[in-house]
Nanobody, 127 residues
Framework: QLQLVESGGGSVQAGGSLRLSCAAFGYAYAAIYSMGWFRQAPGKEREGVAG???????NYADSVKGRFTISEDNAKNTLYLQMNSLKPEDTAMYYC????????????????????WGQGTQVTVSS
């Protein structure tokens, strides 16, 4: 069974930066094909932010392109999300997700495409 544990959330002012981490436990990290970051603000649906496939290809939501960067360290079994130029509208609970299915396309940003989820880490951006 795969377990995902997020960390790195916090409170920052607009324009600031945070780096989220997601550590994977209990399963061979190399067997994971896609990983993604999602976020959910109060009263809103969970939305995809960024995804990365095993081949290193990445995919971003338009709202974060140029500001957020997804990456992974296979040696540490850890996924990262570097968030720069944060805005108040980035405030949300951030979740990482993983899936083992092989896809011949960009890393998915749909919640339906992921079977494993972490518990989330809160990001709050003040104006």
């Amino acid at each position: 069974q795969l377990q995902l544990v997020e960390s790195g959330g916090g409170s920052v002012q607009a324009g600031g930066s945070l780096r989220l981490s997601c550590a994977a436990f209990g399963y061979a990290y190399a067997a994971i094909y896609s990983m993604g970051w999602f976020r959910q603000a109060p009263g809103k649906e969970r939305e995809g932010v960024a995804g990365i496939n095993h081949d290193g290809s990445t995919n971003y939501a338009d709202s974060v392109k140029g500001r957020f960067t997804i990456s992974e360290d296979n040696a540490k079994n850890t996924l990262y999300l570097q968030m720069n130029s944060l805005k108040p509208e980035d405030t949300a609970m951030y979740y990482c997700a993983a899936d083992f299915r092989v896809r011949m396309r960009n890393a998915p940003l749909s919640t339906a495409e992921y079977n494993y989820w972490g518990q989330g880490t809160q990001v709050t951006v003040s104006s």
